[in-house]
Structure formats: structure tokens, C-alpha cells
């Protein structure tokens, strides 16, 4: 793959170039660490992972669907911005590929809109960036259009798709010819590869799971925190003058809550925590590669980072016996 | 079949279709006929919408090109609301979805029908998919089972099936003695365990409220039915319907794209998952 070398000093030049080309939206510090559409170059944060995950600018929190009037429907007009993200962690990376294989798959217009004219430039972590991290025990890969490596004085870019090259194209000025190799070792984040057992797929009765669950308050930050969870539900909205005319809504819903699995007639399938606790991590550590051959789990600790009471999946699972 | 999204489709918009007959089963549910021609198989079912309320996943429950008929009870927001509609008006509907139950592959045995209160809608389905190809399939047994004389669906149709096939019909209670169909006070499961069935050449189809089918299913181990010869149809909250939204999981299987009928062997060790 194709290096290339980016002066330090020349950092917020060349985001404020991108930023006349582009909606540009990366890491910024405030009450806590988030993306957001960047005004000033300078406001860009990388001492640390996003608190808040990306996916909200592809699988959005509330996704109209479509309006209706009576039985009339009509779909909004889908917006393909252009829109370079910049500073992408490796797990956030792999939580948007995972996404895409979920919506890919089923041909969904909306994701696919908002991912379409997406650039995605990552950020390599030369340590773990927060102690819950546990990438390094799962299987991620490259996904970014362009990756940064921190040098120092300078960036190494990798180009790692198409789109990448369009964009160092564009913007050659601020980018420098390289003779570096980024080694496989390179890619390692030291202290993020806490998940000892790689395969849960027969500790499902384990008496263990229920170590969490007492503590479990159903909040559901867990899901709503985690960047590749993507479970919703549809439900509609009409307007208060007119009950003919309204909205058909798509959300962000979360299997930790009893309502989840509740049917016409008020039955309700996951009725214990432990049952929606074991729901959650075998969807991320195993009914996922069942399907499609990957964890869903990016190992980014956010579920765990973001828990009130704190219940650490990953322990829960290395002292099983 | 259905189960191929075309590229071009948002999968989430319905489209309009004729109501052309309602009709009343009992007091708490009802028969659309709905001008939808598709092909699909017995078993599969449809997201229908009534705007501003949402959208219900409700099975087929007739074998037709030109017409679908869905059995709905009134439950929820949804289908009070579809409750209201008569023939000539619009309804909004998408789909088929869903796995059905495997007729083709079924041919030449004997059918063991066992339904429990609106379990017997899809089943239904079954019927008048057996009652189109009658030769293909040997013996048909129904047994059905519902809480009161008053709740018995397919009336119309009971009498037919009556002198067609081996039926049996029990309520739990005839509170007022009602005259019904020979429906037996009693379980289904009773029934069942009374009936001389064996599982020589035999597939039993169920649909019913968990508790039921899972009696059921001891009852036809019982009489040595393999985990093989048994289909079940599940019951889970849904909204895509495409094996994306999650909320029908279980285990690792969507019951919107895997079933919702399933091989009982495929899904016997599930409890609440």
C-alpha cells in the first residue's frame, strides 16, 4: 500500500483545506470528547477516543423514513453529502465495515446515502487510548480511506482505498513522498488485547453470566454507546392538527430493555436481565460470525467505559473456569 | 421467494391494495381479503400499515395468485385500527416475508395439523394449499384447540375440513354449552394424547401460544415423532422484517428470514432467548 508523509506543521493547513472542499468532522474536546463539524481547525482532539461513537452520522439516532398523508407516501429526498471525517480509531473504523455488511446487505437507502460520498481518514493509536480497549483481541483490519500514523514531527499516511487516492490527490500539496514501511507490528496497539477467550460460543449456560446481571440497571448506554450496535425499531408519528398526515420513524432501540421483545398481548420474551444481558455479547461475539464470519464486537470498551455500574463483559468472560 | 430484495426498492415503503372483503370471525378477530397477487408459500407473511398507527406482521393464510387473505386479531394499536377497514378500501402492505413451511419437500406424507387460537391462522394456509394439490399429500389430521366456543375461527370453513380430513376441536370451556362443531371441552393436547396417531410417514405442523406448543411437542415425542418430523411457527416482536432491526432474534437466528417456521430441531434448545 501506498505511504506518503505529512509535516506536523503543516496539520491544520491541510484540514483547513479540506474544510473549504468538505463538511469536515472530527474530534473535538468539550464537556466530553465527540465528533463534531469542525469551524476551527485547531479544535480537533486526538489525545483521546471519541467518547460518543460515530455511527450516528450513517445509522442515524431518528431516521424519517417516509412521510404519508392517508395512504399517500413519500420518501425525503436523500442527501449525499460530501464529508471527510478525520480521525477514525482502528475499532471505530471496523464498527463503520461492520455496519456497512449490515446495511449493505439489506439495501438500506438512508445508510447508504449518508455513507456514499464519505471519506473516512483514521487515526492509529500508538497506545490504548482508554483502559477498557480490547481491539487487539479482536480480528480488525484495515478500512480507511486514508490512515494516519503519528511520527513524531510528522504523520505517515497510509492509502488505503480509491477514495484515499482521490483525496491525496486533491490535496498533494500538503502530502510528501515516503520511503516507510508501516509493518504489521506497526498496526499493534499495545495494552488493548485484554479479551483472553476468543470463542463464547459454548459458555452459554456458564453460571458466570449472572456475575453482571445484578448489577445491570436496563439503562441500555451499553447499546446506545456502542458503535456497531444497530438494532431499531419503526414506529409513527403524525401531527397533532392532522392525524392523517405524519412520519414514519426509524430509531435507535436497545435489546436490554424488556419492551424489545414484547409482543400483542404484552408477552415478553428476554424477561430476565441475564437473558438481555446474554442477548447483547453473544450478538457481538458470536451470532454475528455465524453469519457473516466477524465478530460484530470492535473491542472499543465503550459499553463497558459508559456502564453506571460498571459491569466488565471482558472480566466476566477471562474468569470463566 | 420474497426473500430476494430488489436494488432499487426502498424496503421499508409499502404499497396501496384493494380490500375486497371483510369479514368476521369471532369476536375479537377478522378475515381480509386483500387484491395482492404474489407468489408464496404457506407459512410467510406481511407487514401491513395502517399510517399514523404502524405496521403488524400478519401471515397468509390462503393459497391464491389473485387474492391474500390475512386473519387478524385485535390486539394492539395496528390491528384495532385494520379492524375498521371494509372491502373497497385501501390498505397499505409489503412483503412476503419469511421462511415457510417446506411442502414441497413434504410430498407423499401424511400431515398432522396442530393449532391453537389465531396459531390456526397460518395454518390455514396450509390447508388451502393441500386442498389445491390433494393428490401430492396422503392423510390430513387437524387438530385444533381454542379457549371458548365463541372464539372459533374459519367457521365457513370448518365444515369442509370436517368432511374432508380427520378433525378434532376442543375449547378449554363451553361455559353456556354452545352447540359448536363437536369441539370437545378440553385441551388440545388431550386430544392429541387420546388420538391413536403415530409417527409412521407423518410431519405435524404447529402454531400457538408458546405454553401450547410446547406441550405439544412432548405429546407428539410421546408418540414418537423425531425432532425432524415437527415444524413450528414463531411468534416475536418484528419490525423490518428483513433480518436487520433484530428485535425477532433468537439466538442467532432472525425469525423474520430464518422462519418464522423452523425445524424443530433447529430451535428445541432455545428457552427465552
Redesign the interface.
Given at each position: 500500500m501506498r505511504i506518503l508523509k505529512q509535516e506536523k506543521k503543516r496539520f491544520f493547513e491541510f484540514l483547513d483545506s479540506v474544510k473549504q472542499s468538505y463538511e469536515l468532522v472530527a474530534p473535538v474536546n468539550r464537556d466530553l470528547v465527540r465528533f463534531e463539524k469542525i469551524e476551527n481547525a485547531r479544535d480537533v482532539y486526538l489525545e483521546k477516543n471519541s467518547y460518543f461513537p460515530i455511527k450516528d452520522y450513517f445509522f442515524r439516532k431518528q431516521e424519517v423514513?417516509?412521510k404519508?398523508n392517508?395512504?399517500k407516501?413519500k420518501?425525503p429526498a436523500l442527501k449525499e453529502e460530501a464529508r471527510v471525517f478525520f480521525g477514525i480509531r482502528k475499532c471505530d473504523l471496523n464498527a463503520i465495515r461492520h455496519q456497512d455488511i449490515?446495511?449493505e446487505?439489506?439495501?438500506?437507502?438512508y445508510y447508504k446515502s449518508q455513507r456514499k460520498n464519505s471519506y473516512l481518514i483514521g487515526y492509529h493509536c500508538n497506545a490504548a487510548p482508554s483502559p477498557f480497549c480490547f481491539c487487539g483481541s479482536l480480528e480488525l483490519v484495515d478500512y480507511a480511506d486514508l490512515m494516519f500514523y503519528d511520527r513524531q514531527d510528522h504523520f505517515l499516511v497510509e492509502v488505503g482505498t480509491e477514495k484515499g487516492e482521490h483525496l491525496v490527490r486533491k490535496f498533494r500539496n500538503f502530502f510528501g513522498e515516503s520511503e516507510a514501511v508501516i509493518s504489521k507490528d506497526d498496526k499493534i496497539i499495545p495494552g488493548a488485547d485484554r479479551l483472553e477467550k476468543k470463542d463464547i460460543s459454548k459458555l452459554y449456560e456458564h453460571p458466570d453470566w449472572k456475575k453482571g446481571v445484578d448489577l445491570c440497571l436496563s439503562c441500555s448506554a451499553c447499546t446506545s454507546m456502542c458503535p456497531t450496535c444497530?438494532?431499531?425499531?419503526?414506529?409513527?408519528e403524525?401531527s397533532a392538527e392532522n392525524?392523517?398526515k405524519?412520519e414514519?420513524i426509524?430509531q435507535w432501540?436497545s435489546?436490554q430493555v424488556q419492551e424489545?421483545?414484547?409482543?400483542?398481548?404484552n408477552?415478553i420474551?428476554?424477561?430476565?436481565r441475564e437473558?438481555r444481558f446474554?442477548?447483547r455479547i453473544?450478538?457481538q461475539l458470536?451470532?454475528?460470525k455465524?453469519?457473516n464470519g466477524i465478530n460484530l464486537c470492535v473491542g472499543c470498551g465503550r459499553c463497558i467505559e459508559a456502564c453506571p455500574t460498571r459491569i466488565d463483559f471482558v472480566e466476566i468472560i477471562n474468569e470463566m473456569k | 421467494m420474497g426473500k430476494e430484495i430488489k436494488k432499487t426498492v426502498n424496503p421499508f415503503v409499502p404499497r396501496p391494495y384493494k380490500v375486497l372483503d371483510f369479514h368476521r370471525e369471532s369476536t375479537d378477530t377478522f378475515t381480509l381479503t386483500v387484491k395482492m397477487k404474489i407468489q408464496h408459500e404457506p407459512g410467510q407473511f406481511v407487514q401491513v400499515s395502517i399510517p399514523g398507527y404502524g405496521e403488524s406482521p400478519i401471515s397468509i393464510c390462503s393459497d391464491s395468485r389473485d387474492y391474500i387473505k390475512l386473519n387478524i386479531r385485535e390486539v394492539g394499536n395496528v390491528t384495532r385500527a385494520l379492524a375498521k377497514l371494509k372491502a373497497n378500501d385501501t390498505i397499505l402492505i409489503r412483503g412476503p416475508y419469511g421462511k415457510g413451511y417446506p411442502m414441497q419437500a413434504l410430498k407423499g406424507n401424511n400431515l398432522v395439523i396442530i393449532g391453537g387460537g389465531c396459531g390456526v391462522a397460518p395454518l390455514k394456509g396450509i390447508i388451502d394449499y393441500i386442498e389445491n394439490r390433494r393428490n401430492d399429500y396422503k392423510d390430513v389430521y387437524l387438530f385444533l384447540g381454542y379457549r371458548s366456543p365463541d372464539d372459533i375461527i374459519f367457521k365457513r370453513e370448518m365444515e369442509e375440513w370436517g368432511k374432508k380430513y380427520n378433525m378434532q376441536v376442543t375449547v378449554d370451556k363451553n361455559q353456556h354449552s354452545q352447540v359448536c362443531y363437536d369441539a370437545k371441552e378440553g385441551f388440545i393436547t388431550d386430544a392429541l394424547k387420546n388420538s391413536k396417531l403415530n409417527n409412521e410417514n407423518k410431519v405435524a405442523f404447529l402454531c400457538g401460544p408458546p405454553i401450547m406448543m410446547k406441550y405439544v411437542t412432548d405429546i407428539l415425542k410421546q408418540k414418537g415423532f423425531h425432532d425432524d418430523q415437527i415444524f413450528i411457527s414463531a411468534e416475536r416482536l418484528m419490525y423490518c422484517a428483513f433480518g436487520v432491526c433484530c428485535h425477532c432474534m433468537i439466538r442467532g437466528k432472525f425469525t423474520c428470514v430464518d422462519g418464522p417456521v423452523f425445524r424443530y430441531d433447529e430451535i428445541k434448545d432455545f428457552k427465552n432467548d
Open positions: 423514513l417516509f404519508f392517508g395512504n407516501i420518501v449490515v446495511f446487505n439489506s439495501n438500506d437507502p444497530y438494532c431499531f425499531d419503526i414506529h409513527d403524525v392525524t392523517q405524519g414514519r426509524r432501540s435489546c424489545f421483545t414484547k409482543v400483542a398481548g408477552h420474551f428476554r424477561k430476565k437473558e446474554k442477548h453473544y450478538h458470536d451470532y454475528f455465524q453469519k | -
